[in-house]
């Protein structure tokens, strides 16, 4: 790739925009049914277990190396300052390499809580506490309201995550009489701004969404927490499992704790917690990239169906094959991911390429640079109009590249 396309949005994008209009989907989920051969469905809970543990290899192969950090920059070279310069360098790469490690890990427990792993409902449950525990997500919790975006993907009203604000919202004129200016007043904003809420957002976005609900679904009272056992997230009968994940964590809590306790705080942030924080920057890049596009539609009221929910997702190749090797296809085969979400991991590429030809145009697929598409999506989603059933996002200055035609 040369450098320059690193900025540049990718063809199929580009396709998709200069249509410029948009026609609700009316693809019968009987027919996408029936181009996936059986046996995509079957879960092997041995080759679960086999991806499982090649991950948790080089998951521990990469924390072996890091401690080996200090050694190698001494191996290196003789001169003090050339030996710190390397040792900051190898415990960036750690941080990148080891992030990315922890995504995976996340990205498994994902496939977990979707019964995904196995045909055993316990060897989900187990796993999925363990791995999702691992990197201080709640398993149970976490699980119940991805459900329910599985069941309301892009409704506007019903999703959970990832909500558009408004124009109402954001207490703009109406649309008929609105002016740039008066856009202008209201959005306009830094870009040194800009980049300090995309990183906000990217380092602690997902904690605080699971802490308060943060750009989560606004029916909810303020102090919604997945935490709390009594939230307005949860059925009376699923609190028991939210105390559940509650004690899990503690519990990891306290294994941190113990070893903070044995070596000292430093070796957990180093080891641990910088790592934790940068796979928290790929998971919500990961989550907000499969939903969030300017060509991509949000639903209200009877426009909303579940195919045209599942084909309100776009397939990115993110990172090429460290995003197939490390995050389990999350990205590269989403799409199929929310038709079928049953189907294990590694039968997806299958289930996409069976699908395609009866989705036709309505395959989304972007081959634009992640970085770039996450800040295309993040400056140019600002919000969607207050009215309607079928709508797009809209810029800084009031304007949607796509219009919906019914």
């Not at 059925?235 to 964590?249: C, D, G, L, T, Y």
């Amino acid at each position: 790739m040369i450098w320059f396309q690193v900025f540049q949005d990718g063809p199929e994008y580009e396709a998709r925009k200069h249509k410029g209009t948009f026609t609700p989907p009316n693809i019968s989920m009987k027919d996408i049914r029936a181009a996936v051969r059986p046996e995509l469905f079957e879960r092997s809970t041995v080759k679960s277990l086999y991806y499982i543990a090649r991950h948790l290899f080089f998951t521990f192969g990469f924390y072996c190396i890091a401690t080996h950090i200090s050694n190698i920059a001494r191996f290196t070279t003789n001169v003090p300052v050339m030996q710190q310069l390397v040792r900051g360098v190898l415990w960036i790469l750690y941080w990148g390499w080891q992030g990315v490690a922890f995504a995976g890990i996340w990205c498994l427990g994902h496939e977990a809580g979707h019964g995904a792993l196995s045909a055993y409902s316990w060897v989900n449950t187990v796993v999925g506490i363990v791995l999702h525990t691992s990197v201080l997500t709640p398993y149970f919790a976490w699980r119940m309201t991805h459900q329910t975006h599985h069941k309301s993907t892009n409704n506007i009203e019903r999703d959970e995550t990832y909500i558009p604000p408004t124009r109402q919202d954001f207490q703009l004129p109406d649309g008929k009489v609105a002016v740039r200016m008066d856009y202008t007043e209201i959005l306009e904003e830094t870009p040194a701004f800009t980049l300090f809420k995309l990183f906000i957002r990217q380092f602690f976005g997902f904690q605080l969404y699971l802490i308060h609900n943060r750009k989560g679904n606004p029916r909810y009272p303020p102090g919604t927490s997945h935490y709390m056992p009594s939230s307005k997230l949860f059925k009376p009968e699923q609190r028991k499992f939210i105390i559940v994940s509650n004690i899990a964590i503690g519990s990891m809590l306290v294994l941190i704790a113990g070893y903070i306790y044995q070596k000292s705080w430093s070796d957990a942030w180093f080891y641990y917690f910088a790592p934790w924080l940068v796979a928290h920057n790929w998971i919500v890049m990961l989550t907000y990239l499969q939903h969030s596009d300017p060509t991509i539609p949000y639903y209200r009221k009877d426009q909303w169906t579940f195919a045209r929910g599942a084909l309100a997702t776009v397939d990115r190749p993110l990172f090429g094959w460290v995003g197939r090797f490390f995050f389990h296809n999350i990205n590269t085969d989403h799409l199929a991911h929310h038709f079928f979400a049953t189907i294990p991991f590694y039968n997806l590429p299958q289930v996409t390429e069976a699908i395609k030809p009866v989705l036709g145009e309505y395959y989304n697929y972007d081959s634009t640079p992640a970085l770039y598409a996450l800040w295309r999506s993040f400056t140019q989603c600002t919000f969607v109009e207050s009215e309607g059933d079928i709508l797009f996002f809209k810029n800084q200055h009031g304007e949607a590249i796509i219009e919906p035609r019914i």
